[in-house]
């Protein structure tokens, strides 16, 4: 879910892959005479550092021209994405697919070269050393300790690649959150295991350091085996030399910091305790900055994700520097919705089709250091070309739902007591109260609106439909119960990959707030079909022939593509305790905020709901108590015989075991493509 621009993907993109290359080529000539780190390879091996760096900036090379080719052909990465096999894959529960396939195979064939550039000068060097010395046992487990840690460096620079929701690089090579996370936990996993064999191999060796002589033990200082005993500490009590002894400590500093990581990526500590795991993330910073002392090749090979993560960052900074005025409306039964004005700029240069986008919204009186996404309900592109151009701002909407308050989890057996050490600090890192909740509870204490209005808007035993079964409803909404002003500074947006406008038939099977990704994908269609009314009736005066127009980016132009989408069904699944009249299918709600945003209205107000010509259908899903479960094979098989032939889409999101069955329904059917909307870790 990202957003594509060529301001903030493609030159920051282009311009650090240049810049850490000249940068690293060029420290390996300045490494001849001054080293920053521990071990600087390009003092006994000035070809091989540079051959590694060349081959690790080729393959990174490589792989950017490859993603590049595949970002900008659908029908190359639909291939792409083909399993392999049918079963999961172990710790990622992610099937392997053709794409994965050849990013392993890649990733082999980089490891195969670095051992071909190192080893057997690793191993000539430290054998003709012991040799000369009359030391035969261990050389060649030194030079195993060296290629594992090259290896760390190749891997180390593929974790620190951006992965997160906001990177550029996903943004411009139109990755998905999952494929990148999954990149990123196998890259990382693997990262753990070379670092505990490289520890392991000096460990297993330091027996054979301790069997030598006390004369041969000049030849392998134990701080620093790479060099000899008077080119380190204490054998060289020059501030290079004392600098080279600090390799074991900056290594043992960097093992325990990347096995704390690894212990809170845990399923069981990442679930319970997910502040524990972000805030123990951080401490890669540190670790990154230790290991980049260590080892001087080590620095080479991160330059380029440090230098997109640094970019990354910027641009967030940059976006969340304003604080944006809007409103929390309380709609009732625990629902409210946040509007705000966006910068008409955010969507310079924008070019994705897709009616869903999300935004990381920071609320400081809430919460000084969390940002939360959040999908808007709006659709950017009809937005922008309904909002006057004289309007600097767009109004976009958002809908959540408070939670209440975080309880304690309660005793933890003896068998898991250490968790409690980790429940200890995790109760230091987690807020009382959810986000939401404090965002909701500004709302509450508002006293615009009289207590009857609430009662009422509470009260809804009339207009809440009491069966479990499938039901088409035209919402008459409630007054909201409380408005109240707000400050927040937004982050985005970020788009899906998701372009519903090319099927005939788009079906929505959304759970709980998961509704306002089909809210902003309805808003598409309204839109789609005005376009189609306004071109029909120019059509009809002048008697002239003209395409059909959809929306294709969050520009104001139109764009000239065929109409393709006939029909959309939003099924939307809710306990009946939660449900609520929602009020975005009709403009009454929309007319009580005129004085706000006033571009709403011409958006809501021209489309109308209960004309069965419209082909776009709302079926709400009570479920709770004596209620069954939304069926979404049995809805989804019933949409497909309604409508034949045709392509269709369906778009999940909810919980996450929501969405897998969802996912298994439709690729039960030949023909239906989906989209999973998916937040978690």
């Not at 301001?7 to 490494?31: D, K, N």
């Not at 091996?45 to 490859?66: E, G, K, M, N, T």
Request: positive net charge; charged residues 15%.
């Amino acid at each position: 879910m990202t957003r594509i621009t060529p301001r903030t993907c493609l030159y920051p993109l282009t311009g650090s892959l240049l810049l850490t290359f000249t940068l690293s080529i060029a420290l390996t000539f300045r490494s001849d005479h001054y080293c920053y780190a521990g071990t600087c390879g390009e003092w006994l091996f000035p070809l091989q550092a540079r051959l590694h760096v060349v081959v690790w900036y080729f393959w990174v090379s490589i792989s950017v021209a490859f993603l590049a080719v595949r970002a900008f052909h659908p029908q190359l990465r639909r291939f792409l994405v083909r399993p392999v096999l049918d079963r999961k894959l172990l710790l990622l529960g992610k099937r392997l697919t053709i794409s994965g396939l050849l990013a392993f195979i890649s990733v082999v064939s980089l490891y195969g070269i670095v051992v071909g550039i190192w080893w057997i000068r690793l191993r000539d060097y430290f054998e003709a050393r012991g040799s000369a010395a009359g030391v035969y046992e261990g050389n060649k487990r030194l030079a195993a300790i060296a290629l594992t840690g090259h290896f760390c460096d190749i891997t180390m620079g593929m974790v620190l690649i951006p992965i997160s929701r906001h990177s550029a690089l996903a943004s411009f090579f139109k990755l998905s959150v999952s494929t990148t996370l999954a990149f990123h936990m196998l890259i990382a996993y693997t990262l753990f295991t070379l670092v505990l064999l490289h520890a392991f191999l000096y460990v297993s060796w330091i027996p054979v350091f301790e069997s030598l002589s006390q004369n041969l033990r000049m030849v392998y200082p134990i701080l620093n085996p790479t060099y000899l005993y008077n080119e380190t500490w204490p054998g060289n009590t020059s501030p290079l030399g004392v600098w080279r002894a600090s390799l074991i400590f900056t290594g043992l500093t960097a093992t325990t910091i990347i096995c704390l990581i690894f212990l809170t990526t845990l399923p069981r500590i990442r679930g319970k305790h997910f502040n524990l795991f972000y805030f123990t993330h951080l401490l890669s910073i540190v670790a990154v900055i230790v290991i980049c002392l260590h080892a001087s090749t080590m620095f080479y090979c991160t330059a380029p994700g440090l230098v997109m993560w640094v970019l990354d960052w910027g641009m967030r900074l940059y976006e969340l520097r304003k604080k944006l005025d809007g409103k929390v409306i309380h709609l009732g039964n625990g629902w409210y919705s946040l509007i705000l004005g966006l910068p008409r700029h955010r969507l310079d240069g924008c070019a994705c089709k897709s009616p869903l986008a999300h935004f990381y919204i920071h609320h400081a009186e809430s919460s000084v250091r969390e940002l939360h996404p959040f999908t808007t309900i709006t659709h950017l592109a009809s937005q922008n070309r309904l909002t006057p151009p004289t309007e600097n701002d767009l109004p976009v909407q958002f809908l959540f739902r408070k939670r209440g308050i975080a309880t304690a989890s309660g005793t933890t057996p003896k068998k898991y007591a250490w968790i409690s050490v980790l429940n200890f600090f995790s109760m230091r890192l987690k807020p009382s109260f959810q986000w939401t909740d404090k965002l909701a509870g500004l709302a509450d204490r508002s006293s615009s609106i009289p207590e009857d209005v609430e009662k009422i808007a509470l009260d809804r035993s009339s207009l809440t439909p009491r069966s479990g079964q499938l039901q088409t409803s035209n919402i008459d909404q409630a007054q909201p119960v409380a408005m109240v002003d707000i400050g927040l500074r937004l982050e985005g947006p970020y788009f899906t990959p998701a372009d519903p406008s090319r099927y005939k038939t788009v079906i929505c099977f959304v759970a709980g707030t998961g509704v306002s990704g089909a809210i902003a994908i309805a808003a598409a269609f309204i839109d789609l079909k005005r376009q189609q009314v306004a071109v029909q009736k120019e059509y009809t005066s002048s008697n002239t022939k003209e395409a059909l127009s959809v929306p294709a980016s969050c520009s104001s132009s139109k764009s000239s593509a065929s109409s393709t989408w006939q029909r959309c069904v939003v099924f939307w699944s809710v306990r009946a305790d939660d449900y609520v009249e929602l009020p975005f299918f009709n403009g009454n709600f929309l007319a009580s905020t005129k004085s706000f945003f006033h571009a709403f209205l011409d958006q809501a107000n021209s489309f109308d709901f209960s004309d069965p010509s419209a082909s776009l259908e709302l079926r709400i899903h009570l479920t709770g108590k004596d209620r069954p479960r939304l069926d979404v094979a049995e809805a989804l098989a019933s949409i497909c015989n309604e409508m034949p032939g045709g392509s269709t889409w369906c778009y999940l999101s909810g919980p996450n075991a929501f969405i897998a069955a969802g996912e298994a329904a439709c690729k039960s059917r030949p023909g239906v493509d989906f989209y999973g909307a998916r937040w978690d870790i």
